[in-house]
């Protein structure tokens, strides 16, 4: 079943044919002083520093840096971006994005938890140039001197470019086809990949998202904390405003972390404006989590049109608590807005935002190992709930049998593909990755575009014209000849037990001796049981019940482990096959070992 069509224009006032980029002249024209991008630092002032850069500031900066970066590298060569995410991070990425250099959006090799990513991304994209601060320099340098990667021509202090280069700058045509950027992957499943970002994919993106978004309202303002090295952050603070030059006001990931109602602060801080948002399922369950009587007293969210859901397993239990959690401070039933996306399509996909309440289905987990959609009732003992991520706008999504490469009908489940303007054609210097993930042909097309589809790994169904994401294909459990999805074990898992952690469970397989594969589970635990209460066989032994009754398979192994234990990507989705990997290794820190080496202490 596909949805969908491709649109001709996108975006309003039929511009949808101007690179994206080139639009950052026409509102710095138009409206000079009007706001483009603020930055929010809580580093200096707990209660916030806002920086702005007008349209004209963001034109002449991003001029400036243009200049400065042709003088360090030639056009196609790359620059990588190892700088905190100030204004600076903004202005670096529009100034390459001039100057055909191509940027790498990475960060700081000071952010904690991220080292592997950033060694994988730099060593892969081999930067002519490394674009910092003077700040960061130390950490810069360290991380150059301590791993074998290729030595930079020449580092860039973004925060010492000299506004005055702007007027150096000549503009050079820019085609749809250039590459703008690299988005480096996650990493959940192997080593990072670039994936190459035309100047036409992320033009064509940030008005599919606008237009899924329906911004009809007067004054729209984006509000985000999301890492800009981060597809999902970087078209939604850098790429929205351009489109229609509004504003965007953000702060970093880790003000967030440190203090999540920061993100819904700044939304209410914008009483006459209509705000959109995004982010991932754990932020809008964690954000909830922090919300004392205290702050919310006063805090109005009135003017929230939109908070995407997106970029891991939607919960439905994630979307009650937060509708329930901020209802009374004014957050409307149809604001949050479950979507699917990925950094091969740029980002966005499908967003179900039709000003609705988010639509929930209950499915027969049974049928669905056998690939089938089944509706049944809520409170059924095979009752599984799956949520719309929408429809996607202005490209197509089919889902596709991946051995027949059929597509499948309403109801059938299969590999999603997506064909659109916004797909990328493939990853960085890496031929045989790309034909296998960007060159996706339909064996029966029909009135379908025989191809090039995007494979995306994810397996979904459509349901009444809807897309419903039911997990990836390469973390699927076969156990028995029958499939299991390990989002659905791992919900299991954390509501057997008080004492595990929840979403830090990570499900799969390993393969037994007969051949056959093995269940295998390792949740985190949870901190708020102590030590002294916890009894690992009455936890594992609720584990399996749970397990046996809801799944109707038996656990291999069961590993209680610390916290920190569960591998999570950048994006924080579980990193099932880096867990395993771990498992496998031994490399797991066990609460069993913990408990052992405290008795022999004490």
Same mark, same amino acid.
């Given at each position: ?15 949808? $044919? ?12 138009? /409206? ?21 850069? =007008? ?58 938890? +991220?080292? !592997? ?16 601060? %003077?700040?960061?320099?130390? +950490? ?106 509004? +504003?965007?006001?953000? =702060? ?7 203090? @999540? ?8 801080? $914008? ?8 982010? &991932? ?8 989590? *922090? ?33 329930? =959690? ?9 604001? *949050? ?22 639509? #929930?289905?209950?499915?027969?987990? !049974?049928?669905?190992? $056998?690939?089938?959609? #089944?509706?049944?009732? !809520?409170?059924?003992? %095979? ?8 429809? @996607? ?25 997506? +064909? ?35 494979? =995306? ?16 294909? /390469? ?25 595990? $952690? ?27 049981? &102590? ?23 038996? #656990? ?24 395993? *990997? ?13 408990? !052992? ?6």
């Amino acid at each position: 079943m596909a949805l969908g069509s491709l649109l001709p224009e996108l975006a309003p006032g039929g511009s949808g $044919r101007t690179p994206l980029i080139e639009r950052v002249a026409r509102w710095a024209a138009d /409206k000079p002083d009007a706001p483009a991008f603020t930055f929010v630092d809580y580093s200096l002032d707990p209660a916030g520093v806002q920086v702005t850069a =007008t349209w004209a500031d963001t034109h002449r900066r991003a001029r400036a840096m243009a200049t400065r970066l042709r003088a360090a590298a030639e056009p196609g060569e790359r620059a990588a971006l190892l700088l905190p995410q100030t204004l600076d991070y903004m202005m670096t990425m529009l100034g390459a994005m001039y100057s055909h250099v191509v940027a790498v959006p990475l960060f700081s090799p000071d952010l904690p938890g +991220h080292a !592997e990513r950033l060694l994988g991304a730099y060593a892969d994209a081999a930067p002519a140039v490394i674009v910092t601060s %003077r700040d960061a320099l130390p +950490h810069v340098e360290k991380f150059l001197a301590d791993n074998d990667v290729p030595r930079p021509r020449e580092i860039v202090f973004a925060d010492e470019v000299d506004e005055a280069l702007a007027g150096d700058w000549r503009d050079e045509p820019i085609g749809f086809d250039d590459l703008a950027y690299l988005q480096y992957t996650s990493g959940s499943t192997r080593r990072p990949a670039g994936v190459e970002i035309t100047h036409g994919n992320v033009t064509a993106n940030a008005a599919q998202l606008w237009a899924g978004w329906a911004p009809e309202r007067p004054d729209p303002e984006l509000v985000s904390w999301l890492p800009l090295f981060h597809d999902m952050g970087l078209i939604a603070t850098m790429a929205l405003p351009m489109v229609n030059g509004d +504003h965007a006001i953000y =702060t970093d990931p880790v003000s967030f972390v440190m203090n @999540p109602m920061r993100w819904l602060e700044l939304i209410a801080e $914008r009483p006459n404006k209509n705000v959109y948002t995004a982010g &991932p399922n754990f932020a809008y369950e964690y954000v909830a989590s *922090q919300a004392t009587p205290e702050r919310l007293a006063g805090l109005d969210l009135s003017g929230l049109v939109t908070c995407l859901n997106g970029a891991e397993p939607i919960r439905t239990s994630t979307l009650s608590v937060f509708a329930g =959690t901020f209802g009374p401070a004014g957050l409307r039933p149809g604001a *949050q807005a479950p979507g699917y996306g990925l950094a091969e399509a740029t980002v966005f996909v499908s967003a179900a935002a039709d000003d609705t309440p988010p639509r #929930v289905v209950h499915a027969d987990r !049974e049928a669905l190992t $056998r690939g089938e959609l #089944v509706l049944c009732a !809520e409170g059924s003992d %095979r009752a599984g709930a799956l949520v719309s991520c929408g429809r @996607p706008v202005g490209q197509i999504v089919a889902i596709v049998d991946p051995e027949t490469r059929r597509e499948q009908p309403d109801g059938r489940v299969g590999e999603i593909w997506v +064909h659109g303007p916004n797909t990328a054609h493939g990853y960085w210097r890496n031929s045989e990755r790309s034909r296998e993930t960007f060159g996706g042909e339909l064996a029966e097309p029909g009135d379908l575009p025989a191809g090039p589809w995007l494979k =995306t790994g994810d397996y979904g169904v459509v349901h009444e014209g809807e897309l419903y994401v039911t997990g990836r294909i /390469k973390d699927l459990i076969i156990v028995d000849g029958r499939n299991h999805y390990p989002q659905d074990v791992e919900v299991t898992v954390q509501e057997a037990h008080d004492a595990v $952690r929840p979403d830090h469970v990570a499900a799969f397989s390993v393969q037994g001796d007969d051949s056959g594969e093995l269940l295998v589970v390792v949740a985190e635990r949870n901190r708020r049981v &102590p030590l002294a209460r916890l009894d690992l066989a009455e936890v594992e032994n609720a584990v399996r019940a749970a397990v046996t009754v809801e799944h109707e398979m038996s #656990v291999h192994d069961f590993l209680l482990v610390e916290p920190g234990a569960v591998v999570r990507t950048s994006s924080g989705k579980i990193a099932r096959s880096a867990t395993r *990997q771990r498992y496998l290794d031994g490399a797991l820190p066990t609460t069993r070992q913990r408990l !052992e080496s405290r008795r022999k202490d004490g």
